[in-house]
């Protein structure tokens, strides 16, 4: 299994651009996540999922969307990217099977904004 | 705010001194997990206990889980420079699909 990916895993944009994040699991976990690390901080959660077709908002969601039109994954846009974006992006799914919950994390994503 | 409470934030100790995290957090929880994240990299699992469970060990690793006080400390035996990270705990509340991340500490253990 290749557990959790992402792409890219670097990018940088001007402000204004829009980019689209790809986090792909191949562990057919239900809930998906993304999360944004900044400096020195803790991580904060930007929207997440528990089912295809379905999506939340978590504790950071403005300038972002997202979407989980297949289980396996969940994309994140920026629509027009903005300095605060510049951060390190995380996605992480869950298995909820068995109830462990336990939750398995993508190697990350590195984006500056300009 | 949604984040937990680690301390200390920041912890510096001696190569083969053990370290001890304490993470807090503010409702019932079905499980805690540990992660240690390297400058620049990764979260990596460490461990996860389950609200039912006292106490976990895993190599050089010992979890312990106190619900009534709604804390859980991490502490790292015989540490060695390559345990230098931060560390970070995330509680799953009962009933809600998300977890709860604490702010983290780092440790930095010196040769």
């Known amino acids: 299994n290749a557990g959790v990916t992402q792409t890219p895993k670097f990018r940088v944009l001007k402000t204004g651009q829009s980019m689209t994040l790809l986090c792909a699991q191949d562990?057919?976990?239900?809930?998906m996540y993304w999360y944004r690390q900044d400096p020195g901080m803790g991580l904060r959660l930007i929207h997440y999922?528990?089912?295809?077709?379905?999506?939340a908002k978590g504790e950071v969601p403005d300038g972002y969307n997202v979407s989980r039109l297949k289980k396996q994954n969940f994309l994140l846009g920026l629509e027009s990217a903005a300095p605060s974006q510049t951060s390190v992006y995380f996605c992480?799914?869950?298995?909820?099977?068995?109830?462990?919950?336990?939750?398995?994390f993508g190697p990350g994503t590195r984006l500056t904004v300009t | 705010s949604q984040q937990g409470e680690e301390d200390p934030q920041a912890l510096s100790i001696q190569e083969g001194e053990n370290a001890t995290m304490n993470c807090s957090y503010k409702?019932?929880?079905?499980?805690l997990q540990w992660y240690r994240q390297n400058s620049g990299r990764g979260l990596v699992h460490l461990i996860l206990i389950r609200s039912n469970e006292r106490e976990k060990h895993s190599g050089r690793l010992r979890v312990t889980l106190d619900t009534s006080k709604k804390s859980s400390s991490l502490l790292i035996t015989a540490s060695r420079a390559a345990d230098t990270a931060s560390y970070f705990c995330a509680a799953f509340p009962g009933g809600t699909y998300k977890y709860i991340f604490g702010t983290g500490t780092r440790l930095k253990v010196l040769a």
């Open positions: 562990m057919n976990h239900e809930y």
């Open positions: 999922s528990v089912g295809e077709g379905t999506t």
């Open positions: 992480a799914s869950i298995d909820q099977q068995g109830k462990s919950y336990e939750q398995y």
């Open positions: 409702t019932s929880i079905n499980n």
